[in-house]
């Protein structure tokens, strides 16, 4: 292979080859670089290990930009990546993955056929948890300095909280388990549960969440509390928790925000804010289940209370009560004596004044019998002239009434049998009928009726058409 050289003339008859270019390029790299090896601070935009080996895309972005101003790619051989990720994990509890920020030690490396790559040895674990830490604290000193902080923690939790609106994803296992145990709870309690989708990690994770509480506002009298849930995850899927415009709307939220995102070490920004944060989304549907416990056992107790107090109230006012009727009954026997003694006295009296008036009306009874009886006489046998003229009078009424009525009654005969159907009929009139009711009118009529003309004489069937 003819080495390139930059001072060579280049005409299209004197080309190079692209082998060429790439030498050039591969000797200018080694020339610059050598074999030394570089600190680096790049995101890892992918991540793919095949065989063993480790192959990432590396980038570097503004300060918060979404594109790289650089990319590049990088590779931890086999050999020494087991031992790599192994000392990443051990020092902080995290798996290498997409998103996240790391130092790493490479060498610079030009392929002819490969291109450029960036060999990595080392990667310093402490600055990816130092950088997500930074932001962590740039967030928390935001909300403090915007007063937000404790706003949505300083809420009352709902006595009842059973309308719950969720964000999380429909196919999240944390989801799942929310629902489970929240649904299936011991003591049968109801709740309605509407799903907000959302991606729970990754670059659009926090704005799709803070556009998902938007909708919730939206509804807000739909509601009674929010809970966010996912299945876990290392501190790098669960940064963007960490995002401080998730915690500001989390925190602003006029309604109690629970979080369940399954960390079980590191309590991100939006933990801090919400009203209540618990580990897993199990313990998150168990703070919902234990509210509505403490709140029936309240009731319960105070049941109780007023059970007890009733009784206590009841034995009180029975004692009233008996004292009471102690002091009628004492009262009422008094009265009693007193009375019965006044009406013996008032009884004697009436019996002597009785027989003194017996005997004066027997005198004067004596004396005016025979007034009386000639008096009765008298009145008898006037009334007995009045009964005979008025029974004269009722037999000649009742003559002319019973003469009247056999003459009506002779009347409404001829009458009757005149009208009788079978009369009608004789006389040459006919009555048609269908179904067996008879026909009133003509658009009681329709084309395929049956109809039957009855005759003095014998019936006529008629078809319509």
């Not at 830490?133 to 009842?160: C, H, M, W």
């Not at 145990?181 to 907000?196: R, T």
Request: proline letters at 2%; a neutral charge.
């Amino acid at each position: 292979m003819v080495p390139f050289d930059f001072e060579t003339p280049n005409t299209s008859d004197a080309f190079f080859r692209l082998s060429q270019i790439g030498q050039g390029i591969a000797n200018a790299v080694r020339e610059s670089f050598g074999e030394r090896s570089y600190w680096i601070v790049a995101e890892i935009s992918d991540l793919a290990v095949r065989k063993g080996h480790c192959y990432l895309s590396l980038v570097e972005k503004p300060p918060g930009a979404a594109a790289p101003i650089c990319e590049m790619k990088g590779i931890v051989w086999a050999s020494s990546f087991a031992s790599v990720s192994a000392n990443f994990k051990l020092a902080s509890g995290m798996e290498l993955s997409k998103g996240m920020v790391i130092l790493f030690k490479a060498s610079v490396r030009f392929d002819v056929k490969w291109g450029l790559s960036l060999t990595i040895s080392d990667i310093d674990p402490k600055y990816t948890i130092g950088q997500i830490q930074i932001e962590r604290d740039r967030a928390v000193a935001a909300l403090r300095s915007e007063g937000v902080y404790d706003k949505n923690r300083s809420l009352t939790f709902p006595v009842v909280a059973q309308r719950i609106a969720v964000i999380s994803a429909s196919d999240s296992r944390g989801y799942e388990d929310f629902m489970q145990k929240l649904v299936g709870n011991a003591y049968g309690y109801k709740f309605n549960c509407d799903l907000y989708q959302s991606q729970l990690q990754g670059d659009k994770a926090a704005m799709q969440m803070v556009e998902q509480l938007i909708g919730i506002y939206g509804k807000i009298s739909n509601y009674d509390a929010v809970v966010i849930v996912r299945g876990g995850g290392g501190a790098v899927d669960l940064n963007c928790f960490n995002d401080v415009r998730l915690a500001r709307a989390i925190a602003r939220f006029p309604i109690p925000v629970i979080t369940g995102i399954g960390h079980t070490a590191n309590r991100s920004v939006s933990d801090e804010v919400a009203h209540a944060d618990r580990i897993t989304p199990t313990d998150a549907a168990d703070y919902f289940i234990e509210r509505m416990l403490a709140f029936e056992n309240r009731i319960m107790d105070l049941v109780q209370s007023i059970n007890q107090l009733a009784e206590e109230l009841i034995m009180e006012e029975t004692a009233k009560v008996e004292e009471l009727a102690n002091g009628l009954t004492a009262a009422f026997n008094d009265l009693i004596d007193g009375e019965s003694s006044r009406l013996s006295t008032i009884s004697m009296q009436i019996r002597d004044l009785t027989l003194s008036l017996l005997s004066n009306a027997n005198y004067r009874m004596a004396s005016s019998s025979v007034s009386v009886a000639q008096l009765a006489k008298g009145r008898l046998s006037m009334c007995q002239d009045r009964i005979n003229r008025s029974e004269m009078n009722i037999k000649t009424a009742s003559l002319k009434r019973i003469k009247d009525g056999n003459i009506l009654i002779d009347s409404f005969q001829n009458t009757i049998k005149h009208l009788d159907p079978i009369n009608v009929l004789k006389r040459g009139f006919s009555i048609t009928m269908k179904d067996g009711k008879s026909i009133k009118s003509a658009s009681d009529i329709k084309a395929g009726d049956i109809l039957t003309t009855i005759l003095h004489e014998g019936k006529i069937e008629s078809h319509i058409r």
